[in-house]
């Protein structure tokens, strides 16, 4: 599969973020990697929390410049991948 790349929004976040889905995976960008303000911190905090809830094996990737991405597995079949993050991460992302 190429890699896909597409900028979303997450509600009530300020900037579109980046998704890409490559190799049986989808990467979210959260945060900054360097010196988390408060904010940030808080977002890293929360998508942690949730995943762990839930038992979901992720990882974090750092491509390129100072971005932090949550790493994932893809969905299945019949499920967006707007609609999985959100669920899996309890955000609303479009």
């Keep these: 599969m190429a890699e896909k790349t597409y900028q979303v929004r997450v509600g009530g976040w300020s900037n579109s973020r980046t998704v890409v889905e ?26 942690t929390s949730h995943l762990a809830r839930r038992n979901v094996q992720y990882s974090w990737a750092y491509p390129n410049g100072p971005r932090s991405f949550i790493v994932v597995d893809a969905p299945g079949k019949g499920l967006s991948i707007k609609e999985y993050l959100s669920g899996l991460l309890d955000l609303n992302i479009h």
């Design 22 to 47: 490559a190799d049986g995976k989808v990467s979210l960008e959260i945060a900054l990697s360097h010196n988390h303000c408060p904010t940030c911190s808080a977002r890293v905090r929360h998508v």
